[in-house]
């Protein structure tokens, strides 16, 4: 059974790597409070987040004309430890709730195929 892990509202949003160059393993992590999570994901993963991530908030901000400009909130986007991750990421989608007003990130655990005997 697939396990729901909600972190809502995210404290801690972050893509990070370990490892030397050619050899890296992409994480995506979250945290709520004291609840850490750690995912592993592919790099053209992290790539397609970031990119949508951004269109997302470009979107938003066209959309929203009347909200105030604020100044950046920089805050250390370093991976967190323990990095235990809990799988590794197969599907994941990106979107805005308009009711919590909140962007949503969902990740889908990569789920292997049976072989043939």
């Given at each position: 059974m697939?396990r729901?892990?909600?972190?809502?509202?995210?404290?801690?949003l972050t893509?990070?790597?370990i490892?030397?160059?050619?050899?890296?393993?992409?994480?995506l992590?979250?945290s709520?409070?004291?609840?850490l999570?750690?995912?592993?994901?592919?790099?053209?993963?992290?790539?397609?987040?970031?990119?949508s991530?951004?269109t997302?908030?470009e979107?938003?901000?066209?959309?929203?004309?009347?909200?105030?400009?604020?100044d950046?909130?920089?805050?250390?986007?370093r991976?967190r430890?323990?990095i235990?991750p809990?799988?590794?990421?197969?599907?994941m989608?990106l979107?805005f709730?308009?009711e919590?007003?909140?962007?949503v990130?969902?990740?889908?655990?990569l789920?292997?195929?049976e072989?043939?005997?």
């Amino acid at each position: 059974m697939a396990r729901h892990i909600e972190l809502n509202p995210v404290s801690h949003l972050t893509i990070g790597t370990i490892g030397p160059p050619g050899q890296r393993t992409f994480y995506l992590q979250g945290s709520k409070g004291s609840n850490l999570v750690s995912l592993i994901i592919e790099k053209q993963q992290a790539a397609m987040l970031a990119s949508s991530l951004e269109t997302l908030l470009e979107e938003l901000d066209e959309n929203s004309p009347t909200a105030e400009e604020r100044d950046p909130v920089w805050t250390d986007v370093r991976l967190r430890e323990p990095i235990e991750p809990l799988f590794r990421v197969g599907n994941m989608g990106l979107g805005f709730n308009d009711e919590s007003n909140r962007i949503v990130v969902v990740a889908y655990e990569l789920v292997e195929e049976e072989e043939e005997p």
